[in-house]
């Protein structure tokens, strides 16, 4: 600051100014930013799996016993209020982790609400980039005449699914959240003996052409998720199908029992494959699934092999918010709780009815087609 200083040596004096800038920046930010931490440990293990319906979506908040956030997808455009609510409600100021499980726009189309809405420290997805080529190209014009701008794509289907991935994209550079590309094996400590472990994608990538038979290679690729709490246990599947689930059946050493599992894409006819719930061995089975889905979720099919595995079945389109909560011990009654945000009359274990079919690739894409809620099945004695 004196000139005399200065007459001492410059280095010395950028030094002394260096570190002063760098000790009001920690005091003017850094600190705010290390005091805005989340709900103060309680010994509890809270997982939220929110209700983003009717129309589909998947968006799930963990809360560790640290008081650590996690939360996995947002559900779809518009539903970013939704998940801030909660976030709101659930005392979270700050998400430590935001994990999007794939690029689909009932999984990450509020993502750009969410991480407008909130800071994110740390950013997660799988890696597939589905941004819209920078329009570039147009520019390249120098050959002489300017060439117009290309057309948009006919349909809205990919410039719209271009359009959540490239907002997602932006508001995740505003946000500042550090990025990071899921590595299956990879542990998260939550804190208080909570860890989240990536059990998928692993190399190579589902390509469209292994996808023969009710697959779609985005859902395939999704991230899957192991929460670790004591003695209890959850799996999220994200949209994983059942070649996922083979995947992952294949690695013999990948413990995947657990007590509850999200189970993969909504509730798909395509996922929670028979192999794969006799390895899971849940007991309790969340769908996170909307009432006016047209892709028939959950599936028929896909209740009967969670009932013939004896799993208990939770539904968000009839029940709401399902909440799991547990202190990781069973040894003083129950080791785990789960709450819905209301009761349903309806019977959980009748499947909705497909009005497409959920494996058209066109059909996750698209998902404008969102009209009137189609009546599930069980809602349906007076009208035929
Ligand atoms: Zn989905």
Redesign the pocket.
Known sequence: MKRSTRGCGCAVAVLVLLLGAGGFGFWKYGLPWLRSRPPKPSGELQVHVLDVGPI?G?SILIISPAGKSVLIDAGDAGKGKVVLDALKRYKVERLDYFIATHP?P??IGAADEVLNGIKVANMIDNGVDLSTPAPAAPAKSAKGKAVAPPPPPKKSKTKGVNNFFDEYRDALKQNGAQYEKAAPGKKYDLGGGAILTVLAPSEPFFTKDQMKTGGNDINANSIVLRLDYGDFSMLFMG?AEAQTEERLLGKSDLDLKTKVIKIG??GSKYATSENFVKRVQPEAAIISDGAWNRYGHPAQSALDRLKAANAKVWRTDLQGEVTITTKGRGDSGKLYEIKTAKETKEDVWAGREAMKDDSSRSGFIAYGDFGPPPKPKTEKPKKK
Do not use: K, M, P, Q
């Open positions: 589909e998947d689909h009932d999984h949209d894409h909504h």
